[in-house]
Nanobody
Framework: QVQLVESGGGLVQVGGSLRLSCTAS????????MGWFRQAPGKEREFVAA????????VYGDSVKGRFTISRDNTKNTVYLQMNSLKPEDTAGYYC?????????????????WGQGTQVTVSS
């Protein structure tokens, strides 16, 4: 089993920045993908970003392209989500997730583990 621990959420003003962290207890498969989803109350879950652990392949949701950046630190089993130019519509719970196939994960399929979530609130 893999446990995912997220941190870094908080309250920021419009245009501000936050960096979220997701640390895995271990990486059992080198082919695993780590990514981020978000969900606001009353709205459907939305894909944010994903990165392959074994290489530099990345995918971003259309709503965050150019503003968010996903990165990794292999020595710490940690994936980061740098969020810049934050907007009120970015307000949501952000969840780290793992999967085996990046093309499946970006549409919410084949997810093996979820983190507990961290709240991001962007004030107008």
């Amino acid at each position: 089993q893999v446990q995912l621990v997220e941190s870094g959420g908080g309250l920021v003003q419009v245009g501000g920045s936050l960096r979220l962290s997701c640390t895995a207890s271990r990486r059992t498969l080198s082919t695993y993908i780590m990514g981020w989803f978000r969900q606001a109350p009353g709205k459907e879950r939305e894909f944010v970003a994903a990165r392959a652990w074994s290489n530099n392949s990345t995918v971003y949701g259309d709503s965050v392209k150019g503003r968010f950046t996903i990165s990794r630190d292999n020595t710490k089993n940690t994936v980061y989500l740098q969020m810049n130019s934050l907007k009120p519509e970015d307000t949501a719970g952000y969840y780290c997730a793992t999967g085996k196939n990046i093309r499946a994960l970006v549409v919410g399929n084949g997810i093996d583990y979820w983190g507990q979530g961290t709240q991001v609130t962007v004030s107008s």
